[in-house]
């Protein structure tokens, strides 16, 4: 099997996802793990499987295979991962667990525009049963641009002699 590779653990954007992992593996498990893959898919075409598993000492890990010219398509375990890639999933499984309010700090960060397009439908969609509050903080044109947020929506903070001042923009 794997084990940690050096700093793994001490990666921020891992440490969101990882305390969900934890926990044994049950039925609740395996139902955000097949969500975030659907939602990988959108940004990663070829992924074929996502998969959860422990290794030999129990150390919690992901696992996603990449279909490709090999027929058993190509393995990858979290410790090889881009930094998008691992944020992205931190982003997809921060949706989806809990229901209170949920502030995300520039989620856009280390992903491509194209995938930054598609975090607010993201965000729609995992939240829509839910009907949890999430909160954004970017500086992405791309992330706001989407046609389902409003401008009664967006805060724009404009720093100032006297403080910070927060305009709505659109009222």
């Known amino acids: 099997m794997h084990s940690w590779g050096p700093g793994i653990a001490d990666?921020?954007?891992?440490?969101?996802?990882?305390?969900?992992?934890?926990?044994?593996?049950?039925?609740d498990q395996i139902l955000p793990v097949r969500k975030i893959e659907e939602a990988l898919r959108l940004?990663?075409?070829?992924?074929?499987?996502?998969?959860?598993?422990r290794d030999e000492i129990g150390a919690p890990h992901l696992c996603s295979v990449y279909?490709?010219?090999?027929?058993?398509?190509?393995?990858?375990?979290?410790?090889?991962?881009?930094?998008?890639?691992?944020?992205?999933?931190?982003?997809?499984?921060?949706?989806l667990e809990g229901d209170s309010l949920?502030?995300?700090?520039?989620?856009?960060?280390?992903?491509?525009?194209?995938?930054?397009q598609r975090?607010?439908?993201?965000?729609?969609?995992?939240?829509?049963?839910r009907k949890r509050q999430v909160m954004v903080s970017t500086h992405s044109f791309d992330l706001l641009n989407d046609p389902g947020i409003g401008g009664e929506e967006v805060l724009l903070l404009s720093p100032g002699r006297e403080g910070t001042k927060g305009d709505l923009v659109f009222q």
């Open 11 to 27: 990666d921020p954007f891992w440490k969101v996802s990882i305390r969900a992992y934890r926990q044994d593996i049950g039925k």
């Open 43 to 53: 940004a990663v075409p070829q992924l074929s499987q996502l998969t959860f598993s």
């Open 67 to 95: 279909a490709h010219w090999r027929a058993q398509g190509a393995k990858q375990l979290e410790d090889q991962y881009s930094d998008g890639t691992l944020r992205l999933i931190g982003f997809l499984w921060s949706l």
């Open 102 to 116: 949920l502030l995300l700090e520039e989620p856009e960060l280390s992903l491509n525009s194209s995938i930054v």
């Open 119 to 129: 975090l607010a439908p993201f965000i729609n969609r995992f939240q829509r049963l």
